[in-house]
């Protein structure tokens, strides 16, 4: 279509009169999923992607930034298919206009649906994962973090096959003021390292 529009735009961007003497005017359609004039950008989100996976255990942080419709989203979804085929959980968030009060609504949306994907996905591949993960987190949160995540990521009741107990819907923090900041990202880098590793990044 972009070749057609080249050679003859005022026929393809034009009213141009058929033969019959009704106005033609060409459709410009692009492929939904394809990505144009980012390859160079895609390919260094998956070295980073790789990078990380080859120093098992380290982290990085990669900022995307543009103008509105400019393709952050669609260059980013584009790692979904390559890293899942990896492994890996891809993990997205937006930042919905109607919930910009409601504190980390983003993050809390993330990582409701990884655990939508864990449980879905351990019905019908390896279930041992589901029970690996649930160990790990309960070892490294223990009961306290553990009542404060689910208060926190109700979704995480389904990972952890936790029920909605009346102690964990009462949950509250016992510091305040930079404490609990401290407390509260204590609880998200534990989690993270309990559900991250090299096999499953």
């Not at 009169?17 to 106005?23: C, E, I, Y």
């Not at 041992?128 to 490294?140: C, E, F, G, L, P």
């Not at 009542?147 to 909605?164: C, H, K, Q, V």
């Amino acid at each position: 279509d972009l070749y057609l529009i080249l050679i003859d735009p005022e026929h393809s961007l034009c009213g141009v009169a058929a033969d019959n003497g009704v106005p033609y005017f060409g459709e410009l359609s692009f492929p939904q999923g394809k990505l144009y004039g980012r390859s160079a950008q895609l390919s260094l989100l998956m070295k980073v992607f790789k990078r990380v996976i080859q120093l098992g255990g380290r982290s990085e942080f990669v900022l995307v930034s543009g103008f509105s419709g400019a393709g952050k989203t669609s260059l980013v979804q584009q790692l979904c298919e390559p890293l899942t085929q990896g492994g890996g959980f891809f993990l997205t968030g937006n930042f919905d206009q109607l919930h910009r009060t409601e504190p980390l609504s983003v993050i809390i949306g993330a990582f409701a649906g990884y655990c939508d994907v864990v449980v879905e996905t351990s019905k019908t591949n390896d279930s041992n994962y589901i029970t690996k993960t649930r160990v790990a987190i309960q070892q490294a949160l223990g009961h306290e973090g553990i009542n404060a995540l689910t208060n926190i990521i109700p979704n995480t009741r389904r990972l952890l096959s936790t029920s909605s107990t009346e102690e964990s819907q009462n949950y509250r923090l016992r510091v305040g003021g930079e404490n609990a900041q401290h407390w509260v990202h204590f609880i998200f880098r534990a989690f993270m390292c309990a559900i991250a590793n090299t096999s499953h990044p």
